[in-house]
């Protein structure tokens, strides 16, 4: 007899950090959150803190806890399958003997190197890279290398990302499923671009993986259009006297947006920038395209199975700013050509990554995990 499996069953979700009313970080793990109890589904989060805080937000509750406390409060909720988001090696330990069905996201940074070994700036920062961090970062990838192949199911945003995780565990996930990040595209509805003069970039200035030196860069001696950068971070300053700098046409905008209002934003806009160095999948850049905005990405990581190069967009080099600012005076040259993209854009993002597709994956994952650990 098939074992049947109840559509209105517990997700305990666990995630490294989570949203909160002052800061909307790991946007796309609450999106997921509020679309599972849309469908029904009885959903709680779990994230390991020193703190010992239980909050709801947006209609989600959120419990953080040490660990030994947390995992305890997982056993006490007592899901139907675990959730686990960026498993990283604190996280696994916390979970790998809880028998309950797991299926895990992969993104990014926890199964991928994080740094290259170039000059040091000090000994101390030489001692540090070869003592602290390889070692780190081998004991994290071991650690989730060997949790991905007990877990049910693992997912992955995009079919690059799974070729690197593989290519840097050295193990192939025979129980892998490539499911993007969801876009809610009635948040994000199409609105034909009314400025296709004036680009955005919505990032975090807290690394420099997204490439906003180069959008900087790109826009030197560009009088056909500007480019707003709206972020905030640790090298916002840097980034603002590279502005003032070069004399670039950028104006950089120290504000996080709350994500419900970004489509109100992105519609005054007529085009998104994404020249990121890495990139798995790049949500707000989905976002933009799911309001209209063309996209100038480059041809890196996850971005070409999001962006069709001449279709959507344009696509580029990485790190190369000449590229990048002819396909911007390619892109605004053209209205006709630029009014097609739009829309294209908007078609593409509903067809793949709408949150309706998006939810029936995963719930159907779930379903799918549940019954494989009953049937073991």
């Known amino acids: ?10 997700v305990g979700i666990i995630s490294p950090e989570y949203s909160t009313r002052e800061k909307y970080s790991y946007a796309f793990v609450h999106a997921r959150a509020k679309l599972y109890i849309q469908r029904g589904l009885e959903v709680r989060v779990f994230v390991i803190s020193k703190e010992d805080v239980e909050y709801v937000f947006e209609g989600i509750k959120i419990l ?15 899901p139907d399958v675990l959730a686990v988001h960026f ?7 916390m979970i790998q003997d809880i028998n309950i069905p797991k299926v895990a996201w992969i993104h990014g940074h926890e199964i991928l ?3 290259r070994l170039g000059p040091s700036k000090n000994i101390f920062d030489y001692i540090k890279k070869r003592l602290v961090l390889i070692p780190r970062e081998l004991y994290q990838i071991c650690k989730v290398r060997k949790f991905l192949s007990r877990v049910e199911y693992s997912v992955f945003v995009s079919k690059w990302m799974l070729k690197s995780a593989e290519k840097n565990s050295l193990k192939k996930y025979r129980n892998a499923v490539i499911i993007p990040n969801p876009v809610d595209t009635n948040l994000f509805s199409y609105k034909p671009p009314e400025n296709i003069y004036q680009a955005i ?10 490439g906003l030196d180069v959008a900087i860069k790109a826009f030197v001696n560009v009088d056909q259009a500007s480019l707003h950068l709206y972020g905030q971070g ?11 700098k070069i004399r670039s046409n950028t104006m950089i905008v120290n504000k996080s947006i709350e994500h419900n209002k970004i489509p109100d934003l992105y519609n005054n806009y007529g085009f998104f920038i994404a020249p990121s160095r890495v990139e798995a999948q790049g949500l707000a850049m989905c976002e933009a395209m799911s309001c209209g ?14 962006v069709r190069d001449g279709i959507d967009g344009y696509l580029v080099p990485h790190d190369n700013p000449l590229e990048l600012r002819k396909a911007v005076l390619k892109l605004v040259s053209n209205p006709q050509q630029f009014i097609k993209m739009s829309h294209n854009a908007s078609e593409h993002i509903k067809n793949i990554c709408s949150k309706k597709i998006v939810t029936d994956k995963e719930i159907e994952i779930f379903e799918r995990a549940i019954k494989k650990y009953n049937e073991n």
């Open 293 to 306: 905005l063309p996209v100038i990405a480059t041809n890196v990581g996850g971005i070409p199975e999001f």
């Open 1 to 10: 007899m098939d074992y049947q499996v109840n559509t209105k069953f517990k």
């Open 87 to 93: 498993p990283k090696y604190k996280i696994i330990s």
């Open 234 to 244: 640790r090298f916002i300053n840097k980034f603002v006297r590279l502005v003032k």
């Open 201 to 210: 970039s919505l990032r975090s200035f807290d690394n420099t993986k997204y």
């Open 113 to 115: 190197w994080k740094f």
């Open 64 to 78: 953080k806890q040490p660990s030994k406390l947390l995992k305890e409060s997982i056993k006490s909720f007592a």
